[in-house]
């Protein structure tokens, strides 16, 4: 098991950048996939990043490619997010996650951080 905490959270102008950043502890995080989430008020959770367990794949949703880069220092046991070119819509609550491969869920999530980007 790892347990997350989210950072980097806060308000923006569009066109800016922030960087999230996720700290886990916990024994094994090396062996664990990781990915970011989001939820905006009123919307269903969704899909944004993730990235391998040996950090050499990474995915992205469509809506944030060539714009949001994900990325992760198994010695620090820590993931991040870089987010450039922000958009209002990018607005919600982002949570980092932890994806175990041997049960194939998302087991474990941080508490999450909030993104607000202003027009």
């Known amino acids: 098991q790892v347990q997350l905490v989210e950072s980097g959270g806060g308000l923006v102008q569009a066109g800016g950048s922030l960087r999230l950043s996720c700290a886990a502890s916990?024994?094994?995080?090396?062996?664990?996939?990781m990915g970011w989430f989001r939820q905006a008020p009123g919307k269903e959770r969704e899909f944004v990043a993730a990235?391998?367990?040996?950090?050499?794949?990474?995915y992205n949703a469509e809506s944030v490619k060539g714009r949001f880069t994900i990325s992760r220092d198994n010695a620090k046991n820590t993931v991040s997010l870089q987010m450039n070119s922000l958009k209002p819509e990018d607005t919600a609550v982002y949570y980092c996650?932890?994806?175990?491969?041997?049960?194939?869920?998302?087991?474990?999530w941080g508490q999450g951080t909030q993104v607000t980007v202003s027009s």
């Open positions: 990235i391998s367990w040996t950090g050499v794949t990474t």
């Open positions: 996650a932890a994806y175990d491969r041997s049960a194939s869920i998302w087991s474990n």
């Open positions: 916990g024994r094994a995080f090396s062996s664990y996939g």
